[in-house]
Every structure is written in C-alpha cells, then in structure tokens.
C-alpha cells in the first residue's frame, strides 16, 4: 500500500485560531474552559464549556468574517465555518492550492461532526411550531447536514476527488482522518482534506449530555478545575467546540512538490464494544483491540510508543483506557508517555479526534509531550507517565492517538517521524 | 420612491449581501446580484414575513427582479 504523510493542518480551538497558537498555549498549560454567558445555563446542571475566543482575529482570537462572508454564515450552523476556516488553514500550510484538472480531481475531502447542526434544526423546530412549514428556509437543510462541512470546502478549493464524511460520535475525528488515510493508501486519491468540526455548545447539548450522566456539574465555580482526567475528583467531561483539519498526502506526492512533512500515518485500528450506548466495557477490550490493530497495521510493537494522546474524557471511563493502554504495553509502560489534552481544551465531540491527531503529530515534530491540567491525585497508581501539570520534553517518534464513541465505537492512529 | 419599495430593497441588501447601489429596480436577483435558486426561495419567504403576504410558488417564479417584487407587493396590499 502507498504511503501516507500529513503535510498541512489546520485548527479553531479553546485555546485559539491557528495550529501554532493552540498549541504554544497548549504547552504553556493554558486552559480554555470558563462559564457560558451566551445564554441561559441557570437551570442546566452543566454551566460551564470550552469556548473559541471570539474576536476580531488578532492574538489568537477567531473572527468568523475572516473565513466565511456573513451573508453566507447567515445560512449554516457554526461547525461549518469552523471546518472551513480550518480547511483553509490546513490547504494554506500545506501549500496545496490545486488549479489542473488532475490535481483537483486527484484531491478529496473527508470532514465528520458528530452532531452537525444541532441548533439549526431546534431553531427551525420553533419555526416550524410557529410559524408553519412555508416559513422553513431552503438553507435549513444544507446549512445542518454533517457531511456540507465537505461539501463546502469542496466547492471554495475546486476539489474533485472522493467527497466523503464520518459520523461516529466522538471517534468522528479519527475516524476520518484513518479513512482518508486508506483511501490515498488505496489509490483513491493522492491529498484527502480530513477531520472533523463540531459547535455543539448549546442548552439543548448541555441538558443532553448532563441527562446522560457524562458532563462535569460540580466545578461550576472553578470551570478551569473541572476536566481533569485520570483525577479522582473528575466527574465528567467539559464540552468543547472547533475543528481540526489535516491535509494527508501519498508520501511521493509530497516529496515530489518539496512538501513540509509533520508525520507520517502508519496505523488505523478501528473496532466496536458491543455493549452499551454510552459506556464503554468495563475490561476495555473494544479499546484494546483498536489500539492492536493500529499497531499491527504500523507494523510496530507497543514498546515503540513513545506517547499516547488518550481519549481521557476526565470521566469513570478514563480508568478503563488506562487498564487497556496498560494490557497493551506491558513491560513498557514505564518509557511511556499519555496525556490527556481535553484537560484544556475539553471535549471537541467529532472534532476531538483531529485535533489530538494534530497535536499527537505535534509531540513528535517537537519532542515534546503536552500537559495533562489537573491531574492532583491520579484516581489509580500507573507506571505511565501521565504528564501531570506541565508539558515535559522527551524523544517522541511514535505517538497513538485514542478516540472512543458513544454506540461503542473505536478508533486509534498511529503516527510516525518521517525521516527523508 | 415608495416605502415598499426601500423595504424590499433593504431584505435585498441584507439577504444577498450586496452593495445599495446595484439594488435597482430592473436588477435580476440571479444575473445580476449573484443568487442562486435557493436565495430567491428564502427571499420570497422573506417578502412574505416582512408584508404580510402569500406569495403562491407560481407568482414567485415569475419574480425575477427588484422591480418585479415591488409590484407583487404593492398590487397585493393595493
């Protein structure tokens, strides 16, 4: 099979617009999460979230007119501008702009969400009650649909090849980038634009998943405290909004245009829990089995791991991730590194796999392992190094991601340095 | 120029995005303001709320321009 390299990203975050400013205050231990004003949370047990600082692009700061005409933001839920500022950040940094008929046709899209338009369809569900169906714009549909993240970004670049989408809850991410991955690998395509974009911080969201039992409702006071995986005061998960998006490449393609290369994508391991709709098994083998199959697709043992950017959700779920990484490495486990970076920017749901991706590919272009916040008291001893409080610097030349979904569903990549 | 006329100018401008100055009343919505089909379903929708009228799907497809608006309108409040 070809191989695979991601030569471009692309990110809107809690902790900033841009790849580069999201993760300096990444490392720098910053923390994205503070109380919702935007609208009324005094009823939801969940007051808090993760929130893009809105501004006007300066400073790290998203400014949705510089990526999106407001005539044309008028018509479509956030995720989508999301995606499409962070497709055009990805294309940019990879310097891939295709103007051929081959190039274009030879470049695909593959952008998930988990939820998609959520507050579109509540709001035209209070049209509808309202005011009638004659009232329900002909952009209520296409400005809601998950897979128009794709749709929309094909059509501003001109690309022409697969033109896919991903809805696997909060596997979406990696889901799409694993995919994509395959479909260059394949022959489908030579650069596929992948990840995921979600705005999902609305009531309606906020009263869903406190309903499930899965959203911090304790640390309403201190929003900065309240996701803290492998903790054992964590209660929760803390929404977050975003996109992340990466431009993957066949690896000959790359070095034929003298491409910057990040990393290259070695493993995929995909796998189902078939057990609950929330919860994952309580043995942790749908993780486990995702994690091996990734490793046995890179053709690497689990003692190459260096570091591990976990699902850790700073949920009851983060034990068992822990007990799985721990099956898989065995022996090991001491050399390695696992944070969980959701302890700043919190749970980007669809985007969440993308964007820790991105950072996984990160940890290896630097060297550098990014921090997991608040972890005080780790719930279970580990020979892991879980990266407590600060980033740490450290060899890093391979790095797996983990992303686990409602439904029970799997995904892990695995990431390599390319050298020339 | 009457009131109908700077309000339905006004839904132009805000829906399509475009400058005062090429809302005249012989511009065609998809020629010359840059709408595609789907624009000139939600700005029919948007006449409608704004005036108080119904505007069958058979009349909105013969509104083609700004001028064809105004007269819609101001024949039915007539």
Redesign the interface.
Same mark, same amino acid.
């Given at each position: 099979m070809r191989r695979v390299v991601i030569t471009g990203t692309g990110m809107v975050s809690p902790l900033g617009c841009g790849t580069e400013v999201t993760w300096e205050r990444l490392l720098a231990g910053q923390n994205g999460a503070r109380k919702v004003t935007e609208f009324e949370v005094e009823d939801l047990p969940a007051k808090i979230a993760c929130r893009i600082p809105v501004g006007d692009g300066s400073n790290g700061t998203f400014n949705a007119d510089d990526w999106m005409? #407001?005539?044309e933001q008028r018509k479509v839920d956030p995720f989508i501008v999301y995606g499409m500022a962070a497709a055009d950040m990805a294309l940019n940094d990879a310097d891939w702009h295709p103007q051929t008929d081959e190039d274009q046709i030879a470049t695909g899209v593959l952008i998930g969400s988990g939820i998609g338009g959520l507050e579109g369809i509540v709001e035209a569900g209070y049209t509808l009650k309202e005011k009638g169906p !004659? !009232?329900i714009? #002909?952009?209520f549909i #296409?400005g809601r649909l998950i897979n128009l993240v794709s749709g929309q970004v094909s059509i501003r670049h001109k690309l022409r090849g697969p033109n896919h989408s991903v809805v696997t809850a909060c596997s979406t991410g990696a889901h799409a980038i694993g995919d994509a991955a395959r479909l260059i690998a394949l022959g489908d395509a030579d650069v596929m634009v992948a990840g995921g974009a979600e705005s999902p911080i609305s009531r309606i969201a906020l009263a869903g998943f406190a309903a499930c039992k899965a959203l911090s409702t304790q640390h309403n006071e201190e929003p900065q405290k309240a996701s803290r995986p492998y903790d054992r005061d964590r209660d929760g998960f803390v929404m977050g909004e975003g996109a992340g998006i990466v431009v993957l490449e066949e690896l000959e393609h790359a070095k034929a245009r003298g491409a910057k290369i990040y990393a290259e994508v070695v493993g995929y391991g995909l796998s189902g829990d078939a057990f609950h709709i929330t919860a994952p098994s309580e043995d942790g083998d749908g993780a486990f089995r995702c994690m091996t199959m990734a490793l046995k697709r890179a053709g690497l043992s689990a003692a190459d791991v260096d570091y591990i950017n976990s699902h850790g959700t700073s949920t009851m779920a983060d034990t068992i991730e822990l007990g799985a990484v721990e099956r898989l490495v065995g022996n090991s486990a001491s050399k390695i590194s696992m944070s969980s970076t959701k302890s700043a920017i919190g749970h980007l749901l669809g985007a969440a796999g993308a964007v820790e991706a991105i950072f996984s590919a990160l940890a290896i272009r630097d060297n550098v392992a990014p921090p997991t916040l608040n972890l005080d008291n780790p719930d279970v001893e580990t020979a892991i190094d879980l990266v407590p409080h600060k980033a740490r610097s450290r060899e890093i030349n391979v790095a797996l991601s983990n992303s686990f979904g409602f439904g029970g569903t799997n995904a892990s990549l695995v990431l390599r340095r390319y050298d020339a | 120029m009457s009131d109908i006329a700077e309000r339905v100018k006004k839904i132009v401008i805000d829906h399509l995005g475009v400058d005062a100055d090429k809302v005249v009343e012989g511009a065609s919505f998809i020629d010359d303001l840059g709408a595609d089909s789907l624009d000139t379903v939600e700005l029919v929708m948007a006449f409608e709320e704004e005036f108080g009228v119904e505007i069958p799907d058979d009349a909105a497809d013969s509104i083609l321009t700004v001028g064809d608006a105004i007269k819609f309108i101001e024949k039915a409040q007539a």
């Open positions: 005409e #407001p005539k !004659r !009232r714009s #002909p952009f #296409p | -």
